[in-house]
């Protein structure tokens, strides 16, 4: 989690947060006023990845208020594939199996299946009813919405534009092109599967995806 007094931007795993903590880090690390959550420590991952919930049950003094709440969101079908690879990656001990991606669901390197709306449900529908303003940054749209969001919040002018559109800890794809291609022609059943990432992405994108 990064903060101000005027903004919260929520680490959404699988969404570009690893380029906005170094984009923060190296740009307005100097910033007194914005608070970046370590992520050092034991307990880093938990920390870093809060939801609102979280944070206020970690801390009850903290409240959105009238706070923008940011959050970085990507098209269903593409965060799935990120995720897949990256679990695959940190747990290759784990039978990774990308046929479970057709119901939205991916194994976690604990072991546990998960399910993509496990996460929208932390990330937003958490927080829906407590921010009066919520602002979407679109992976796919990054260096664009980044501007335009945080730009209210701090000198964007500073950021290089090929820092902006670079792409940071990327997961070698694992998936064949095969099923790759049968998940794009099963985006119905998908967004049927995962209700609340489809009302999120149509939120965000102003409708979904389609072959």
Same mark, same amino acid.
């Given at each position: 989690?990064? +903060? $101000?007094?005027?903004?919260?931007?929520?680490?959404?795993?699988?969404?570009? $947060?690893?380029?906005?903590?170094?984009?923060?880090?190296k +740009?307005?690390?100097?910033?007194?006023?914005?608070?970046?959550d370590?992520?050092? $420590?034991?307990?880093?991952?938990?920390?870093?990845?809060d939801?609102?919930s979280? %944070?206020?049950?970690?801390?009850?003094?903290?409240?959105?208020?009238?706070?923008?709440v /940011?959050?970085? /969101?990507?098209? @269903?079908? #593409?965060? !799935?594939?990120?995720?897949?690879?990256?679990? =695959? =990656?940190?747990?290759?001990?784990?039978?990774?199996?990308?046929?479970?991606?057709?119901?939205g669901?991916?194994?976690?390197?604990?072991?546990?299946?998960?399910?993509?709306?496990? +996460?929208?449900?932390? +990330?937003? #529908?958490? /927080?829906?009813? =407590?921010a009066?303003?919520?602002?979407?940054?679109?992976?796919?749209?990054?260096?664009d919405?980044?501007?335009?969001?945080?730009?209210?919040?701090?000198?964007?002018?500073?950021?290089?534009?090929?820092?902006?559109?670079?792409?940071?800890?990327? #997961?070698?794809? #694992?998936?064949?092109?095969?099923?790759?291609?049968?998940?794009?022609? $099963?985006?119905?059943? @998908?967004?049927?599967?995962?209700? %609340?990432? =489809?009302? !999120?992405?149509? !939120?965000?994108?102003?409708?979904?995806?389609?072959?």
């Open positions: 989690m990064i +903060y $101000g007094d005027k903004f919260v931007w929520l680490h959404f795993p699988k969404n570009a $947060g690893t380029k906005v903590e170094d984009i923060f880090n +740009y307005f690390s100097d910033r007194k006023d914005i608070v970046q370590s992520i050092d $420590g034991n307990d880093s991952n938990s920390f870093w990845h939801g609102i979280d %944070r206020e049950r970690r801390d009850p003094s903290f409240s959105v208020g009238d706070r923008e /940011v959050i970085c /969101v990507r098209r @269903l079908r #593409s965060w !799935l594939v990120s995720r897949f690879n990256y679990e =695959k =990656k940190r747990s290759p001990s784990i039978p990774h199996d990308y046929s479970y991606l057709l119901e669901r991916f194994y976690e390197s604990s072991g546990y299946l998960n399910h993509a709306d496990y +996460y929208v449900e932390k +990330y937003f #529908s958490d /927080v829906r009813h =407590k009066k303003n919520i602002r979407f940054l679109r992976v796919e749209n990054f260096s919405d980044f501007r335009e969001i945080f730009g209210a919040h701090v000198d964007v002018d500073l950021i290089k534009n090929d820092i902006l559109s670079s792409k940071n800890n990327k #997961s070698h794809n #694992s998936i064949p092109d095969s099923f790759l291609a049968e998940m794009k022609l $099963g985006l119905s059943d @998908l967004y049927e599967r995962c209700p %609340r990432w =489809k009302e !999120l992405e149509t !939120l965000a994108y102003g409708g979904l995806e389609s072959f």
